[in-house]
């Protein structure tokens, strides 16, 4: 992995006031569970979009002979628009729950990394995902993403047709090159996230009959402007339809990596994925002892890299990302208790 030459979502924090200080330090102590978005590049923006001239063609200078002319030739561009959008986790706890308990200070502050644990977590489903219907949000990289970037692990689905354009069945991997020019985070109006002071208010809670009703709580809201922008044609590939029929394999980013200009092979930040598809990764590597006598064969060592290029592991790609699978993960109210698929409920 090439050297970091940007600032991440905590360099910045750092950086930033007291607010933000708060949110550090709870971020700090959730961060690892959405790295992409504590790791990605950031970008701070006066307001909350800006325009980008991403080049989509290059001309090809020609030569002339002496007293001729050249061809009059520019660069083509496509203009985008890249916004942020607002995401807003009121934090609010029960004053008598507080003040009833000695270690009221440390539910106040549990609850404050909770919410920041949600807030991060929401964000890295985003950078991943957008329904149809969401139009509050930014858009997801896979849109954004320049063409003939994706491949697809099903060998039935490898021809470049429109159904298979639009099959989302089982899981991805990419590539991805980090910084200003390629991919990175936004955030708008100058500021990353930020959390208010903790006050004590008035919120409005039903009663135990349902009746519409209050209550005291000490109050605080985490909040800011973030998106996503590709800058870059080359700077997403994609591995899709993965399972464990059609298992990520070396093969297989080794493919994606070919799909990036040779110039810029060497600037490829991670392959991103999640845990179930590393490990088929791992199992796709099964070693065969030279014991002479046929031996019987041994799962590889948890893989770290692939192809030389660092594997960052998140939680927020899912195992199945057809429509259906991702509209459940966005209907879901709370982050549950992380779930693999391969395993068995008590």
Known sequence: MPAKEYMTLLDVLQQEGTGSIKTLEAVRSIGLA??????????????????INMPTGIPRIGFRPANAGARNLTTEYTNKTVKCYYIDGPIAVDKSIVTSSAKGAQLLT????????????????QMWYRLPEQANVFPAIPEQ??????????????????ANRSDNSGASAYLVILGDDFLHSIWGNKKTLGMSPIQEETVARNTEDGESGTMRAYTSR??????????????VARIKNISSKNPLTDELVAKAKSLFPAALRGMISYVVMNGNVKLGLQKSRTLTPT?????????APEPDSVMGIKILEVDSLLDDESTASVRAAFAEDFFRARRSSLALKN
């Not at 320049?146 to 099903?154: E, K, L, V, W």
């Not at 014991?291 to 799962?299: A, E, F, L, V």
């Open 291 to 299: 014991t002479g006598n046929g031996g019987t064969g041994m799962i």
């Open 34 to 51: 959405s790295p992409e978005v504590t790791a990605f590049p950031v970008t701070i923006i006066d307001g909350t979009q800006y325009e």
């Open 145 to 162: 993403m320049g063409n003939y970037m994706t491949i697809s692990a099903d060998p039935s689905k490898q021809q470049d047709s429109k």
């Open 222 to 235: 985490l909040e800011g402007w973030t998106g996503v922008a590709v800058e870059s044609p080359f700077a």
């Open 110 to 125: 549990k609850e404050t990394r909770s919410i920041t644990a949600g807030a991060m977590a929401s964000i890295a489903l």
